[in-house]
């Protein structure tokens, strides 16, 4: 990596560890929001409400 020391190469790797996982929770919690906007604005032409189904988890709710 070019640090001087094991140590430096051990703080860089923590701290880029903890940058890495901040990210991710911050692109998760993105796109949990734009999936919930998704899913609450889906509606039928008739003014029913679309079904809303997430595969992944096994959810399903919604329609009429």
């Not at 070019?2 to 701290?15: F, V």
């Not at 609450?40 to 096994?58: C, I, M, S, Y």
């Amino acid at each position: 990596m070019g640090h001087d020391s094991d140590c430096a190469a051990l703080i860089y790797q923590h701290a880029t560890r903890d940058a890495d996982q901040r990210i991710a929770d911050a692109l998760t919690a993105r796109v949990e929001a734009e999936q919930k906007k998704i899913a609450k604005d889906q509606w039928h032409v008739n003014g029913t409400n679309a079904p809303f189904q997430d595969l992944e988890r096994g959810v399903s709710r919604g329609g009429a």
